[in-house]
C-alpha cells in the first residue's frame, strides 16, 4: 500500500478499533500482529458489554457509559463495512437481589440512573418470576434489570474489525513484526505494560490472567446474567460463555485448571439451565491490567509520534467504540480533551517532585 500514516501495533481490540476510526477519517493504516486478530486477551469468550452501577459517578463511568450508548451504532457498521457478524445484541442483563439491605440499595439507584443514564437506557428492579426459564436464582425473588448492556462474541468482533479495516483499504499484517511507519498506536496488551514499565523505570501495570468456559446451551435471545462476580452470557450460535477468574500470580497463561471447574460448578448452581449443559471449550488469556485500573491513553512519554492504547482489562470490548474515537482524535488531529485525565500515561506514573 502507499505510504502508511498510522501504524498500530496489535490486534487486539483496541488497536482495531483505533485502526477502524483512524480508517473512517482517511487515513491510511497499517495493523501489525503477531499471530491473528484477537489472539490475546480480546479472543475471549464471555463478550460481556456491561455498565457499572449508576451512582458516585466519575470519569470511568461515564465514558464506559458513553462508548455503551455508540455500541448499536458502531458495531451495525462495522459488520456492514465487513459483510459478517459480530454477534453483537444488547438485549440487558439480570443480577439477583441477595437480601432485603441489597434491594433497598437496587431500588435507589433505580432513581440515580433515570438522572445519570439521561432516558437512554434502565436500571430496575423486576421479579424473578418475570425473567423466565433463564432466570439466576434469588434469594429475595427480586432481580436487577439493566437494559444497557449486550453481548458480543468478542472473537467474530475482532475478525469483522480486521474485515472493515481492509475493506477501507487498510492492511491487518498478521505473523508480522513491521514495517513501522508514520505515527504509531501500541495496543500491545499486557506484554506492552511490561515494555512500557521497562522503558519508563516504573510499573505502569500488569497482567491479570483469566480463565472462561463455553458451554452447549441454546437459550435464545435472553439477558445475560451476572451473580457474585460471575458472567453468565448467551450467545447466538446456540452457546452460553461463563467467566471469569481474576488471577494476579499465575505460572502459565493459557492453561485451565481447578479454578475453571470452580467456575462452570458455580454457573450451573446460579443457573439451572445450564445443569446439564456440556462444555465444549476452556479458555485461559491475560487481561492488560494499568496501575490505576483505567485504560491508558496517550501519547508515549519520550517517543514523539508514538501514542498507547492499553489496559482495558476486564471492560476493554466495551470501551473499545469511544477509545477508537478519541485516540483518532489524538493522532490525527492533536486533540486530546476527549480523553480523562485518569485515563492518560502519567496518571500511572509517581508524581514529579519539585
Not at 483469566?210 to 451476572?226: E, K, N, S, T
Amino acid at each position: 500500500m502507499a505510504t502508511v500514516d498510522v501504524t498500530v501495533m496489535g490486534a487486539g481490540v483496541f488497536g482495531l478499533a483505533c485502526a477502524h476510526a483512524c480508517a473512517r477519517r482517511g487515513a491510511r493504516v497499517r495493523v501489525v500482529e503477531w499471530s491473528h486478530p484477537g489472539a490475546g486477551a480480546s479472543g475471549t469468550p464471555v463478550g460481556a458489554l456491561s455498565p457499572h452501577v449508576p451512582e458516585a459517578w466519575d470519569d470511568k463511568k461515564a465514558f464506559q457509559f458513553e462508548s455503551l450508548v455508540m455500541a448499536p451504532g458502531f458495531w451495525a457498521e462495522v459488520e456492514q463495512l465487513a459483510g459478517r457478524a459480530t454477534g453483537y445484541a444488547r438485549l440487558g442483563r439480570f443480577q439477583p437481589i441477595a437480601d432485603e439491605t441489597a434491594l433497598g440499595r437496587a431500588r435507589a439507584r433505580e432513581v440515580q440512573a433515570r438522572q445519570l443514564w439521561r432516558g437512554l437506557a434502565e436500571w430496575r428492579v423486576v421479579t424473578a418470576e418475570a425473567a423466565g426459564a433463564f432466570a439466576p436464582v434469588s434469594p429475595t425473588g427480586f432481580l436487577i434489570h439493566d437494559t444497557l448492556s449486550a453481548r458480543i462474541a468478542p472473537r467474530a468482533a475482532c475478525a469483522a474489525l480486521a474485515a472493515a479495516i481492509r475493506a477501507q483499504g487498510g492492511e491487518v499484517a498478521c505473523g508480522a513484526e513491521g514495517p513501522i511507519e508514520g505515527r504509531v498506536i501500541w495496543a500491545t496488551g499486557y506484554p506492552g505494560l511490561a515494555h512500557l514499565s521497562a522503558e519508563l523505570g516504573h510499573a505502569v501495570g500488569s497482567g491479570v490472567k483469566g480463565q472462561a468456559a463455553i458451554l452447549a446451551h441454546d437459550a435464545g435471545a435472553v439477558p445475560q446474567l451476572y451473580a457474585g462476580g460471575l458472567l453468565i452470557v448467551p450467545h447466538h450460535d446456540g452457546t452460553v460463555a461463563v467467566g471469569s477468574t481474576t488471577e494476579r500470580e499465575f505460572a502459565d497463561p493459557w492453561s485451565t485448571d481447578v479454578r475453571l471447574d470452580e467456575v462452570i460448578a458455580q454457573a450451573r448452581t446460579v443457573c439451572p439451565a445450564l445443569a446439564q449443559a456440556e462444555v465444549i471449550e476452556r479458555w485461559a488469556g491475560v487481561r492488560p491490567r494499568a496501575r490505576s485500573i483505567a485504560p491508558m491513553l496517550g501519547p508515549w512519554p519520550g517517543r514523539a509520534g508514538h501514542f498507547v492504547a492499553n489496559g482495558g482489562f476486564k471492560i476493554g470490548i466495551g470501551l473499545a467504540p469511544l477509545v477508537g474515537a478519541v485516540m483518532a482524535d489524538l493522532v490525527l488531529e492533536g486533540r486530546a480533551d476527549g480523553i480523562p485525565p485518569g485515563f492518560r500515561v502519567e496518571a500511572n506514573l509517581p508524581p514529579q517532585r519539585p
